[in-house]
């Protein structure tokens, strides 16, 4: 299973931008779906954008289309999310994921289509 460690979380003000990074070790990355989901307090982790093996597709929770956008590097194992235009209701614990698909998967979106997941970072936004 490959490992996920994310990076780049803090704290900002309404209106900043940040960008988010996920390293993955051990296993063959191009063989994951990656996706970023969020968790604030009290409530669920929710879908936040993912992406396909070859980096080809993405897909976003309607609460951030157009302010976040997911990438990938396959020669760097690395996933990334940046965040525009954020908002104090974006503040949450970030965390990236992997799940194992085939290379014309659907994107996942469900937390338990995931194998693999982060330690979660932080992002606090302010108003």
């Known amino acids: 299973q490959v490992q996920l460690v994310e990076s780049g979380g803090g704290l900002v003000q309404a209106g900043d931008s940040l960008t988010l990074s996920c390293a993955a070790s051990?296993?063959?990355?191009?063989?994951?779906?990656m996706g970023w989901f969020r968790q604030a307090p009290g409530k669920e982790r929710e879908f936040v954008a993912g992406?396909?093996?070859?980096?080809?597709?993405?897909e976003y929770s309607d609460s951030v289309k157009d302010r976040f956008t997911i990438s990938r590097d396959n020669d760097r194992k690395t996933v990334y999310l940046q965040l525009s235009g954020l908002k104090p209701e974006d503040t949450a614990v970030y965390y990236c994921?992997?799940?194992?698909?085939?290379?014309?998967?659907?994107?996942?979106?469900?937390?338990?289509?995931?194998?693999?997941w982060g330690q979660g970072t932080q992002v606090t936004v302010s108003s």
């Open positions: 051990r296993g063959t990355f191009s063989f994951y779906s």
């Open positions: 994921a992997a799940a194992r698909t085939i290379l014309t998967a659907p994107i996942p979106h469900q937390p338990d289509q995931f194998g693999s």
């Open positions: 992406i396909t093996r070859n980096g080809r597709h993405t």
